[in-house]
């Protein structure tokens, strides 16, 4: 009896522990990355051509959507990553990026994306497409990941109403270089956001 007993609290201890394991980010291969797009990323604002802006800024994406593919890599922060804008929800179920690739002083494209916490790890990433220039009323419109009235985020609040959760985003567009205007919009998840497959 004592041995099955025994049995039992180390199949116990090794479970939690696998299953503890399950929930952390494979560091190595994500700080690869990190280091990666730490390099890159000032290359987008300082490279004097804006073809190797643009280069640099297709070749981070790129880089970002592979280190995110990583399991659990949503609790990677990526701190080192300064030319960017990160910001988690303050319910930490989802977090957003955020950057802008000038072609000149009064063209500016924003990129940015959405990455979900899943239960399993899986990736559930919303790319945000720019579509600031084609969307007439943007100061009374409702949209889609696919057509984003572009903003640099810098800050999330979180509110709730009859039980459903909307986020409000802060954030910035430079649009020229006489002007930069603020933003702030609200987000709204059609079902729960925090699923595994």
Same mark, same amino acid.
């Given at each position: 009896?004592?041995?099955?007993?025994?049995?039992?609290?180390?199949?116990?201890?090794?479970?939690?522990? /696998?299953?503890?394991?399950?929930? $952390? @980010?494979?560091?190595?291969?994500?700080?690869?990355?990190?280091?990666?797009?730490?390099?890159? +990323? @000032?290359?987008?604002?300082?490279?004097?051509?804006?073809?190797?802006?643009?280069?640099?800024?297709?070749?981070?994406?790129?880089?970002?959507?592979?280190?995110?593919?990583?399991?659990?890599?949503?609790?990677? @922060?990526?701190?080192?990553?300064?030319?960017?804008?990160?910001?988690?929800?303050?319910?930490?179920?989802?977090?957003?990026?955020?950057?802008?690739?000038?072609?000149?002083?009064?063209?500016?494209?924003?990129?940015?994306?959405?990455?979900?916490?899943? /239960?399993?790890?899986?990736?559930?990433?919303? @790319?945000?497409?720019?579509?600031?220039?084609?969307?007439?009323?943007?100061?009374? /419109?409702?949209?889609?990941?696919?057509?984003?009235?572009?903003?640099?985020?810098?800050?999330?609040?979180?509110?709730?109403?009859? +039980?459903? $959760?909307?986020?409000?985003?802060? +954030?910035?567009?430079?649009?020229?270089?006489?002007?930069?205007? $603020?933003?702030?919009?609200?987000?709204?998840?059609?079902?729960?956001?925090?699923?595994?497959?």
């Amino acid at each position: 009896m004592k041995m099955r007993y025994i049995l039992f609290i180390l199949c116990s201890i090794l479970f939690a522990t /696998t299953r503890g394991q399950q929930v $952390k @980010p494979d560091l190595k291969f994500l700080t690869v990355k990190e280091d990666s797009l730490a390099l890159i +990323g @000032p290359d987008i604002i300082n490279s004097t051509e804006p073809e190797k802006r643009f280069k640099s800024d297709s070749l981070f994406t790129r880089v970002l959507v592979r280190a995110l593919r990583s399991p659990h890599s949503f609790y990677f @922060p990526f701190d080192s990553l300064k030319t960017i804008s990160r910001l988690y929800a303050p319910d930490s179920s989802f977090r957003i990026f955020t950057w802008q690739v000038s072609r000149d002083e009064d063209l500016h494209r924003r990129h940015g994306a959405i990455q979900v916490r899943t /239960t399993d790890g899986s990736l559930k990433l919303f @790319p945000l497409i720019e579509r600031t220039d084609l969307i007439r009323d943007q100061k009374d /419109t409702i949209t889609s990941n696919e057509w984003w009235i572009a903003a640099i985020y810098y800050r999330i609040l979180m509110n709730t109403h009859n +039980g459903k $959760k909307y986020y409000t985003l802060l +954030g910035y567009d430079e649009h020229s270089i006489r002007s930069t205007i $603020k933003r702030i919009e609200v987000l709204h998840f059609g079902t729960d956001i925090v699923t595994g497959k």
